[in-house]
């Protein structure tokens, strides 16, 4: 079971993207636990995660969040802002599972 959590400003920005990333994830038979929270919750969540992906208007936070995710153990990254503007789940999909190293 992969765990991938998303953070953007809001929490709400990102779920059409998780709902895409989860079609991804069933299409290649991936058993995936995908799910988006508001910046404020991710610093709670982040400890029950793989991976963390920021959302690209937070790319400001990623030093913060980098020292929480090195305390955890677990790699973060900012979404491409293009897959994100796109909503394609399948290439967010696939930079967090590199990051976690499949």
Do not use: H
């Amino acid at each position: 079971m992969k765990r991938i959590l998303l953070a953007c400003s809001s929490g709400m920005s990102t779920s059409l993207l998780v709902s895409k990333m989860k079609e991804a994830a069933a299409e290649k038979g991936i058993e995936t636990e995908i799910w988006a929270v508001a910046q404020d919750k991710a610093f709670e969540d982040i400890k029950k995660a793989d991976v963390l992906l920021i959302g690209p208007q937070m790319r400001f936070l990623k030093g913060k969040f980098t020292k929480v995710a090195e305390e955890v153990g677990i790699p973060l990254d900012v979404i491409d802002p293009v897959a994100y503007g796109r909503v394609d789940g399948a290439a967010v999909l696939n930079k967090a599972l590199q990051l976690i190293g499949n």
